[in-house]
């Protein structure tokens, strides 16, 4: 499968239209993709503005730090994967969410789309000037665990979380190279 990461555009509208229409139905519980579901198709072009104010910094994030979407496009043009890399750590952040965030739609899981986005947003990281990313996962969240630990992700710590709801987090760092 041949993958790239890509940033949001309003040329993807209609392969932003079938991501959200698989990860919409109530019975996956994919509280991930809820930013993804508030979006109706007549303000996705608000929503795309939205993200580039997001990552050049004309708009506050909730985290107070700047942030760049991408998304992981088949070869087909298709949507698997959404990702997020915040480009600093906040004392919230180094606690609990770090630098990057990932998830990959149901139907696409299991095919390496994670693993493949994070060594790419490893690189993208590290042209930011980051030279360990931050990543963070539920310790009941195995899937998770194996793609941080399967791209080298060292354990720093693993503690319950306020922002977690009081859930077990643990807490990496993956070098980003030279
Ligand atoms: C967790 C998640 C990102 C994994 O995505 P994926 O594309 O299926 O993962 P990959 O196919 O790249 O798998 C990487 C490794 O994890 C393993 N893995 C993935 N999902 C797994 C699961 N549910 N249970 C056990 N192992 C799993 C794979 O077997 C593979 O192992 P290997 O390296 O030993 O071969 C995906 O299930 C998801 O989006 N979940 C919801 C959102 C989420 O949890 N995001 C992470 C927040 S930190």
Redesign the pocket.
Same mark, same amino acid.
């Given at each position: 499968m041949e993958l790239s990461l890509v940033r949001p555009s309003v040329a993807l509208a209609d392969a932003f239209s079938r991501l959200r229409d698989e990860v919409a139905d109530p019975s996956l519980e994919?509280p +991930?993709f809820a930013s993804i579901v508030a979006v109706d198709r007549q303000h996705f072009g608000a929503y795309i503005d939205r993200l580039r104010g997001l990552e050049a910094g004309t708009i506050a994030s909730k985290s107070g730090v700047r942030i760049s979407t991408f998304w992981t496009l088949d070869e087909r043009g298709e949507i698997l994967?959404v990702s997020g890399l915040r480009h600093a750590l906040t004392p919230a952040l180094l606690e609990y969410g770090g630098h990057i965030?990932?998830?990959?739609r149901p139907s696409? /899981? /299991?095919? =390496? *789309?994670? /693993?493949?986005t994070l060594s790419r947003l490893l690189v993208e990281a590290r042209a930011l000037g980051i030279a360990r990313a931050r990543?963070?996962? +539920?310790a009941t969240?195995? =899937?998770?665990r194996? *793609?941080?630990e =399967?791209l080298d992700g060292a354990l720093d710590d693993e503690s319950p979380s306020p922002s977690a709801n009081g859930a077990l987090v643990r807490r990496y760092w993956i070098d980003c190279g030279a």
């Amino acid at each position: 499968m041949e993958l790239s990461l890509v940033r949001p555009s309003v040329a993807l509208a209609d392969a932003f239209s079938r991501l959200r229409d698989e990860v919409a139905d109530p019975s996956l519980e994919e509280p +991930d993709f809820a930013s993804i579901v508030a979006v109706d198709r007549q303000h996705f072009g608000a929503y795309i503005d939205r993200l580039r104010g997001l990552e050049a910094g004309t708009i506050a994030s909730k985290s107070g730090v700047r942030i760049s979407t991408f998304w992981t496009l088949d070869e087909r043009g298709e949507i698997l994967a959404v990702s997020g890399l915040r480009h600093a750590l906040t004392p919230a952040l180094l606690e609990y969410g770090g630098h990057i965030g990932f998830a990959v739609r149901p139907s696409a /899981r /299991r095919r =390496g *789309v994670a /693993r493949a986005t994070l060594s790419r947003l490893l690189v993208e990281a590290r042209a930011l000037g980051i030279a360990r990313a931050r990543l963070t996962c +539920d310790a009941t969240n195995v =899937g998770s665990r194996r *793609v941080i630990e =399967g791209l080298d992700g060292a354990l720093d710590d693993e503690s319950p979380s306020p922002s977690a709801n009081g859930a077990l987090v643990r807490r990496y760092w993956i070098d980003c190279g030279a």
